[in-house]
């Protein structure tokens, strides 16, 4: 007889590996029903998330279209990323599931197992008792994802395919074949010779960065990226710190070269320093973010330069994650409050 009504299965599933099968089916053995709460739904296609949760959807429903069928007992629902507000993630993780079970007494736990440091949610819910289960086969999504795109084995010999499911196996194989696959390869190569260039480096960099927020009359002005990383992403405009200026000074020089905006330092409002460690897929990068409020209902004119194809006013109720570049929306959204 099953332990708990629901067990709730918490991952980004990029993709749907062995290892994560192995939970779910230990989740089946314990639940009546299984819901899967797949993260990153509101992602761009990038490296760390390439495939829509629709994608990572069927293909975890088509692992477990059996006799039995237990994908009938599976119920996936999208969780979108809120980097930088946790209460919120947490709010969409508990409206998720009570949206399903549409009963407060329902005998709920949550399973996984611990792997590193981004595990920490697991110990979020203490209304929901913990199933923790081993890593099995020590399987992690981000090798396999490299392995998957460079078309290499992973460390221990494996091919990516000998790790997934067949219908994974299916879809990674048919999306192969996509425009979407070619440009994160040779986004994949093009962040492996980036890299390359400071592996002689006696310790990893830490890369310094600043980003210019700049709203008005409901609008955020945003770049469209040019260049091999995150081409046609949204960013804000920001760059790398010279050597020879100050963190504002670099938000400034940086604003006026990709939007031709040229601003009063006196309409900043706050500034704000995001340092999650994975924020960059390129390496460690710390970035501080001046965020400037301008008077008045005209939007002055902006251009697209240096490394940005273009600059624009967006409505701030057009803003959309799956359009951004690295956490940039979870950024905006963090110091506006939205």
């Known amino acids: 007889m099953a332990q ?5 299965f918490i991952g980004r599933f990029q993709p749907f590996h062995h290892g994560h099968e192995f939970v779910v089916r230990e989740a089946l053995h314990r639940a009546k029903t299984v819901i899967m709460l797949i993260g990153s739904a509101n992602s761009p296609r990038t490296l760390k998330n390439p495939f829509s949760f629709d994608e990572r959807q069927s293909m975890i429903l088509k692992a477990f279209d059996n006799d039995n069928n237990d994908n009938e007992r599976i119920i996936c629902m999208p969780i979108d990323d ?6 919120q993630w947490l709010q969409n993780i508990q409206r998720a599931v009570l949206c399903i079970t549409q009963n407060k007494s329902a005998h709920i736990g949550v399973i996984g197992h611990v792997k590193d440091n981004s595990s920490y949610y697991l110990s979020l819910f203490p209304n929901w008792e913990f199933v923790g289960l081993s890593n099995f086969k020590n399987l992690s ?8 795109f460079l078309n290499e084995r992973l460390k221990n010999g494996d091919h990516w395919q000998d790790v997934m499911p067949a219908p994974s196996v299916d879809f990674l194989q048919k999306f192969a074949q996509t425009d979407d696959f070619t440009h994160l390869q040779r986004e994949c190569h093009h962040i492996l010779d980036y890299q390359k260039s400071w592996q002689s480096a006696p310790y990893p960099p830490v890369f310094v960065t600043a980003d210019a927020l700049v709203v008005q009359a409901g609008h955020v002005l945003l770049v469209e990226r040019g ?13 790398f710190l010279d050597k020879n200026e100050t963190l504002l000074d670099c938000a400034l020089r940086e604003l006026q070269e990709e939007t031709g905006l040229i601003i009063n330092p006196n309409a900043l409002k706050s500034s704000h320093t995001f340092d ?4 960059s897929i390129r390496g460690r990068t710390i970035t501080t973010v001046f965020y400037f409020e301008l008077m008045g209902d ?25 359009m951004m570049f690295e956490d940039h929306y979870s950024i905006i959204t963090k110091m506006l409050g939205l």
Request: hydrophobic share 40%; proline share 7%; no cysteine.
């Open 4 to 8: 708990f009504d629901y067990l709730v």
């Open 82 to 87: 809120t980097l930088y507000n946790d209460h």
């Open 141 to 148: 999504a981000t090798p396999l994802r490299w392995a998957y």
């Open 227 to 239: 260049g091999e990383y995150g081409r046609g992403l949204y960013a804000l405009a920001g760059g």
């Open 276 to 279: 999650a460690p994975e924020r």
């Open 298 to 322: 005209d939007l002055p004119d902006v251009v697209g330069g240096d490394d940005a194809n273009r600059a624009f006013w967006l409505p701030l109720g057009e803003l959309d994650g799956r």
